[in-house]
């Protein structure tokens, strides 16, 4: 019932771009903060993005800022990921997460959250 699906990730190539959604079902976005979480192969789960519970404040992963944008649309029940300038080593597995409780700089440092999604794969060829 409780569910957050990612949709939107693929093949592309570097310099290209996504965008990454990840709509909620069962409850509502305007209760909770959201971010998204990457993870490669043999590598570490790691925070890219959060957002507040009203979108007020962001989180970005040094190795993401300036490329990547976080946004929400709580009337959608909606989060996306505007990725720009993709790099190989942006290649992981992306899940969107909520939590109620943890801000949004504590989610995304402490990879910690009460509710995810599946993941949507992203590939970055060079």
């Known amino acids: 019932q409780v569910q957050l699906v990612e949709s939107g990730g693929g093949l592309v190539q570097a310099g290209g771009s996504l965008r990454l959604s990840c709509a909620a079902s069962g409850f509502s976005l305007d209760y909770v903060h959201i971010g998204w979480f990457r993870q490669a192969p043999g590598k570490e789960r790691e925070g890219v993005s959060c957002i507040s519970k009203f979108g007020g404040t962001t989180y970005y992963a040094d190795s993401v800022k300036g490329r990547f944008t976080i946004s929400r649309d709580n009337a959608k029940n909606t989060v996306y990921l505007q990725m720009n300038s993709l790099k190989p080593d942006d290649t992981a597995v992306y899940y969107c997460?909520?939590?109620?409780?943890?801000?949004?700089?504590?989610?995304?440092?402490?990879?910690?959250?009460?509710?995810w999604g599946q993941g949507t794969q992203v590939t970055v060829s060079s």
């Open positions: 997460a909520a939590d109620a409780v943890r801000n949004a700089q504590n989610m995304c440092t402490m990879i910690r959250a009460r509710y």
